[in-house]
């Protein structure tokens, strides 16, 4: 079956330090993947996406980058804030007819201190 | 820009009663999704619904639970008698096409009593 492992959390860093939050997967086919966002209180968010190996999804200064030969869609961004304190969520999908249902990764806490 | 809206935002219901809870998707979506967040742990795919029937469901979508969408606007999912182990965050998700991200909701918090 297709699953998703995310580094344990939580993750605590000072403003203006390196992130990088480590995932990995299994899949059946050709799965897109995903980085999703949770603020205390809210939704999921979309953060950044890729659809096919060598993909670089970005957005708001993250990055991730689909490599296919390590299984691997890993977050980083260069210059964390306070307001990225958030739960970010690994997950792929695999299209099929009637849609593509994601598979979730257990969800990275990330604190970030001044 | 437009959203998934739940409600209620939190329900609370004693232990063997019917409860239902309300999405409605962005109104140009195609796709519809339920997934639930049990504290602490992953968020996990519970039903998708397209074309007005059930596309794919996991082993926790049960014969407890069923999905409607009555309307055309709403999309509900039920739960006839529900566990303790029932209570969790609800999330809806929508989805334009089949290749699209995914939207969703900001969650319903069910508490089992």
């Known amino acids: 079956g297709n699953s998703v492992t995310q580094m344990e959390g939580p993750v605590t860093l000072s403003e203006e330090a390196f992130l990088t939050i480590n995932c990995t997967y299994t899949?059946?086919?050709?799965?897109?993947l995903f980085w999703y966002v949770q603020y205390p209180g809210e939704g999921l968010q979309l953060l950044l996406k890729?659809?096919?190996?060598?993909d670089k999804g970005s957005n708001k200064g993250f990055e991730a980058t689909y490599r296919k030969e390590t299984t691997s869609f890993h977050l980083e961004k260069g210059s964390v804030q306070v307001s990225d304190s958030a739960v970010y969520f690994c997950?792929?999908?695999?299209?099929?007819?009637?849609?593509?249902?994601?598979?979730f990764g257990t969800g990275t806490q990330l604190k970030v201190e001044l | 820009e437009p959203e998934v809206t739940q409600t209620p935002s939190h329900q609370v219901t004693q232990m063997g009663q019917e409860v239902i809870l309300r999405c409605v998707p962005i109104?140009?979506?195609?796709?519809f999704y339920w997934y639930r967040q049990i504290l602490g742990q992953k968020v996990e795919f519970l039903v998708s619904?397209?074309?007005?029937?059930?596309?794919?469901k996991s082993e926790i979508f049960d014969d407890q639970f069923s999905v409607e969408r009555p309307d055309g606007s709403n999309f509900t999912l039920k739960i006839r008698s529900t566990k303790l182990e029932d209570s969790a965050m609800y999330f809806c998700?929508?989805?334009?096409?089949?290749?699209?991200?995914?939207?969703f909701g900001d969650g319903t918090r069910l508490s089992i009593l």
């Open positions: 619904f397209y074309n007005n029937e059930i596309s794919e």
């Open positions: 109104s140009n979506h195609l796709y």
């Open positions: 899949a059946t086919g050709y799965p897109s």
């Open positions: 998700a929508s989805q334009q096409g089949a290749n699209q991200p995914q939207h």
């Open positions: 997950a792929l999908s695999i299209l099929t007819g009637g849609g593509n249902k994601l598979t």
């Open positions: 890729a659809t096919k190996a060598d």
